[in-house]
């Protein structure tokens, strides 16, 4: 007797193959798991977590500066960006409407978190994420300009960036990106957790938050904030998934004619 597979049983096969990694996307998928292990190893350990140390400052320059374009988006005078050797940050502005500028911070950088995951699947779509986050730290810095710290650090990660860039048709710019959106996303979640779950900071964002508009306590912001973050998190894993679905062979053709590095 003939079999015919109906439309629907066509359609159930076609979601399931674009949610199958191919052997590249398996790849990255076993690099973000151990930069997530890696990174909360490293982030509770005396001494090593100093390894982390200037990449925490940069997810703290994505925090800050989050705040600062919600701050430009709803017409706040910008007056400066700080970052801390402590690994804080704070952005002073005036005006803005502080229902968007506060949670802007947390939610901003988690996306842009997400956004690096989903790059990271893909090395054109890691050169495109590199080139915004280069933009973005530029004008962070304009905004941090007296910041030593910032100089220094912006300057380092654009050496890092130069570097991965030039080497082997940019093939460890990807793992670069996807390690920058999993130490973003992790800091916001672990800070999240730190503020506002785990002890209660009346000066964290989620505080003066609920200082501000009443309604629930820090803790429960820092919770809606949480789960808004994993989200976040979770889509740019799917999102790497079913859109990057080159094998690393055609990633690499494809890199070669894509804003190329000299002589590649």
Not at 29 to 53: E, Q
Not at 82 to 98: F, N, Q, V, Y
Not at 175 to 202: E, N
């Amino acid at each position: 007797m003939p079999y015919f597979q109906l439309p629907q049983d066509l359609e159930k096969r076609d979601v399931a193959e674009r949610f199958t990694p191919n052997g590249a996307q398996k790849v990255t998928l076993i690099v973000a798991g151990c930069y997530i292990v890696g990174i909360a190893i490293l982030w509770n350990v005396p001494y090593l977590k100093y390894l982390l140390y200037p990449f925490k400052l940069l997810t703290v320059a994505l925090h800050e500066f989050s705040h600062a374009l919600a701050g430009v988006l709803t017409c706040a005078k910008i007056r400066s960006i700080k970052l801390d050797p402590d690994e804080g940050g704070a952005t002073r502005m005036s005006g803005g409407i502080p229902l968007i500028t506060l949670p802007a911070g947390y939610l901003g950088s988690s996306f842009m978190g997400a956004c690096m995951i989903a790059c990271g699947f893909n090395t054109n779509a890691s050169k495109i994420a590199s080139l915004v986050l280069a933009a973005i730290f530029i004008l962070a810095l304009f905004w941090a300009r007296k910041s030593v710290v910032a100089w220094i650090l912006i300057f380092g990660f654009a050496g890092i960036l130069v570097a991965l860039w030039l080497i082997k048709n940019s093939i460890g710019l990807r793992f670069f990106v996807l390690f920058m959106g999993v130490m973003s996303c992790m800091y916001v979640l672990w800070d999240v957790v730190d503020d506002t779950i785990a002890r209660k900071v009346s000066t964290s964002d989620a505080g003066v938050f609920a200082k501000m508009f009443g309604c629930c306590s820090s803790r429960a912001w820092g919770v809606v904030w949480l789960i808004i973050a994993c989200i976040y998190f979770a889509l740019g894993l799917i999102v790497g998934l079913l859109v990057f679905k080159q094998t690393e062979a055609q990633m690499q053709e494809d890199a070669r004619h894509f804003i190329p590095a000299p002589g590649a």
